[in-house]
């Protein structure tokens, strides 16, 4: 004789019933100051410090101009040296130096304590965080960790955070075409030479049949000097891709 099968929906209102008991007793913790968060993810001090983007930016690397500078236009930076990818956006902003930030805390913890349990909280702010932009793309491709990388830390910090903005969007994700065929140092103290030098090289493109032509967003959580998206462009437009946007979470501006 089968046993009764509990309705789905039921099923789900008993979970949500148990997650309420359970966040009366257990508050929700912030993720960037450890306070008590109640709707989870950031309390609402951290959540105001959250720095949006800015609108004066540049118009390639999407950098934050000191001064405004009336209609958009190319930084010194990317005019002296044109990067491989067509714009780079970031949803949030943080001082490079700036220790108390929620949110570079919270990628911190996300990304070298490795808490996965933060991958939801922060892949919605990445698929919430962002306009139409991914709309406009025929896939999105995270950037790759090299396998010994990925065997320490157990996972890839820019697919997990790249999987809701592909569903949300609707778009195809592509995890194993961009390939990162040797490892490289931490960039965390490197200067931007020494970023350039570290990861040039060390990307390639393991099916050339699947970028030909084709509207790329590359998907990363933190990006500072940009080298590691650069040459991650630079290797799929090697390979035929006829467009490389970047979009990142979070963007640390050089204070």
Known sequence: MSLPVAAPERTVSRVSVVRQILDLVYPPLCYGCDGT?????????????????????????????????????????????????????????????DASSPLRTALHRYKYGREVALAPFLSRLLATGNDDRAARHDMIIPVPLHIDRLRWRGFNQALLLARDLARVRAIPIEAR??????????????????????????????????????????????????????????????????????????RAVRD
């Open 177 to 250: 075409v961009l390939c990162r065929r040797r490892a490289t140092a931490p960039q965390v103290d490197l200067d931007e030479h020494a970023r350039r030098s570290n990861v040039a090289g060390a990307f390639t493109v393991a099916c050339r049949d699947r970028v030909a032509g084709r509207r790329i967003l590359l998907v990363d959580d933190v990006l500072t000097t940009g080298s590691t998206v650069d040459e991650c462009s630079r290797a799929l437009r090697r390979a035929g891709a006829g467009a490389v946007d970047v979009l990142v979470l979070a």
């Open 37 to 97: 968060a109640p709707s989870g993810g950031f309390c609402a001090p951290c959540s105001s410090l959250i720095r949006p983007p800015e609108e004066n930016a540049c118009h390639t690397c999407g950098h934050p101009f000191a001064t405004f500078g009336g209609s958009a236009h190319v930084c010194g930076r990317c005019l002296r040296k044109p990067p491989a990818f067509r714009s780079a956006r970031a949803c949030t902003l943080f001082g490079s130096r």
